[in-house]
C-alpha cells in the first residue's frame, strides 16, 4: 500500500491548501477528542488556510444510534466545536448527511479499494472484536466513506489522532490506485497532521487503551461536559502507580499511565513534557493529581458552559450546519462531476 501511495506523482503543490477533518456525534466530547483534535482545528483556523470541519453522522451509524441521542449529539458535537474556537464564518462547519457527494464518492471509493487493504484496519478489528460476522459493512467499509469525506474537497491536510494514521494512508493509497487507474492526476496526497504532546490520550483506567467516548467505563474519559467535581473524582481515581514522579522523560518509559497523566498535563498547560517533570519530579500522585485537576477544570469549565449556552438555541446551531453544508458542497459537487466524467459516468448537463 504504501508503494502505491509513494508512486503517485502529483505534487501536491498543484493543489490549494485545504483543510478537512471530522468527528464522529457517537457520544459525548472526550478531552481526548479535544486535545487530539479540535484544538488542532482551532489552530490550523487561525493560521489563514480554508478549513473545513464536519460531524460525521454517517460514520456514526456504522454501530447503532439511538436516533433522539444521534441528534442531540450532532448538535452538541457542533455546539463543542464553536466553544472551543471555530468560528462558521472562517470555517465550514457542517453534518456529512447534508452533502451527498460524501456518499456519492464513497460508492466510486468502495469500487477503488481492495478487501485486503480494509481487512488490515485495526480500527475494524478493534471495533468489531471477535463479532465480525455481526459487523455493519458500514463499519467495514468506513475508511473508504473517510476518504471520500476528504478527496471530496481535495483536501491536503487532515488534523487527527494517532489512532487514525492508518485511516489516512488508506485514504493516499485510494488516491494514488485512482489516479494510476484512470491515468489521472486528480487527488492530492493528503498529508496527515499528528502533532501535539496528547496525540493518543489514554484512558484513565487503562493506560494500554486510548480515552474514547464509546467506552462502557465513563470513568474511563473525561467528557467534556463533565462539571468540575465529576473531572476532579476521575482524575483522583485514575490508575496510577505507588512511585513518585520522575524528573526526565526516561523515567516514564513503562508506566503508561503516569505517562498519560502527564501527556495531558503538558498538553492543557501549553507546556512540553520535559518542562512539565522538572516542575512536578518528584512529587507523588497525591500531590499531583489536584494539580491537574485543578488545571483541567480551568481549561475545560469555559468550554462547557458555552456549549451549555448554545445547546439552549438549537435552531440556531441547525441553521449554522445547514449554511456549512451548502457552502461544503459549493466545494465538493465540482469535484464529483469531474469524478464521474473521468470514470465514464454520464450526467446531463
Ligand atoms: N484518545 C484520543 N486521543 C487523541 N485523539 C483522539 N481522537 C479520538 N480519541 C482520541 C481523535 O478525535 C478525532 C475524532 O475521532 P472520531 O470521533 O471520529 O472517532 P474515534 O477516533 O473512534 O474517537 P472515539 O472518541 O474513540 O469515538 P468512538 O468511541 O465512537 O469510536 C480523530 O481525529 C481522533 O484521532
Known amino acids: 500500500m504504501e508503494d502505491a501511495a509513494q508512486s503517485q506523482s502529483t505534487p501536491n503543490a498543484a493543489f490549494t491548501p485545504r483543510v ?132 471530496a474537497y481535495h483536501a491536503t491536510h487532515v488534523p487527527v489522532g494517532e489512532d487514525q494514521k492508518q485511516h489516512l494512508e488508506l485514504t493516499r493509497n485510494t488516491a494514488a490506485k485512482f489516479n494510476h487507474d484512470y491515468g489521472v492526476d486528480f487527488f492530492p496526497m493528503t498529508e496527515p497532521v499528528i502533532e501535539g504532546t496528547a496525540t493518543r490520550v ?39 502507580d505507588p512511585d513518585p514522579l520522575p524528573s526526565e522523560d526516561k523515567g516514564l518509559e513503562d508506566r503508561a499511565e503516569a505517562r498519560n497523566l502527564v501527556n495531558i498535563y503538558a498538553a492543557l498547560s501549553d507546556a512540553t513534557v520535559e518542562d512539565v517533570l522538572r516542575d512536578v519530579g518528584g512529587k507523588q500522585f497525591s500531590e499531583f493529581k489536584p494539580m491537574l485537576a485543578d488545571l483541567a477544570v480551568a481549561k475545560l469549565a469555559p468550554i462547557s458552559k458555552e456549549m451549555a449556552r448554545l445547546m439552549e438555541q438549537p435552531d440556531e446551531i441547525d441553521r449554522v450546519l445547514g449554511r456549512g453544508a451548502n457552502r461544503a458542497r459549493e466545494i465538493a459537487a465540482p469535484i464529483l462531476h469531474r469524478t464521474y466524467d473521468i470514470v465514464g459516468m454520464l450526467r446531463s448537463t
Not at 26 to 32: A, C, F, N, R
Not at 234 to 240: D, E, P, S
Request: hydrophobic share 40%; proline share 3%; charged share 25%.
Open 20 to 151: 478537512f477533518s471530522g468527528i464522529q456525534p457517537s457520544g459525548g466530547l472526550t478531552l481526548g477528542n479535544y486535545l487530539g483534535a479540535i484544538r488542532r482545528f482551532v489552530d490550523m483556523q487561525e493560521s489563514g488556510v480554508q478549513t473545513i470541519y464536519c460531524v460525521v453522522d454517517m460514520h456514526a451509524i456504522t454501530v447503532w444510534q439511538e436516533p433522539q441521542a444521534l441528534l442531540r449529539q450532532t448538535r452538541e458535537l457542533t455546539a463543542g466545536y464553536i466553544a472551543a474556537g471555530l468560528d462558521p464564518e472562517k470555517s465550514i462547519l457542517f453534518n456529512q448527511s447534508q452533502v451527498a457527494e460524501h456518499a456519492q464518492l464513497a460508492w466510486i471509493f468502495n469500487c477503488v479499494v481492495r478487501m485486503g487493504w480494509m481487512k488490515r484496519m485495526t480500527q475494524f478489528k478493534d471495533k468489531a472484536g471477535k463479532n465480525a460476522e455481526e459487523a455493519s459493512l458500514g463499519l467495514f467499509g468506513y475508511p473508504a466513506l473517510m476518504a471520500a469525506d476528504i478527496l
Open 202 to 240: 489514554m484512558s484513565l483506567r487503562d493506560g494500554s487503551k486510548k480515552m474514547s467516548k464509546s467506552d462502557p467505563s465513563d470513568a474511563s474519559r473525561i467528557n467534556m461536559t463533565d462539571d468540575a467535581d465529576t473531572i476532579a473524582r476521575k482524575i483522583r481515581k485514575a490508575r496510577t
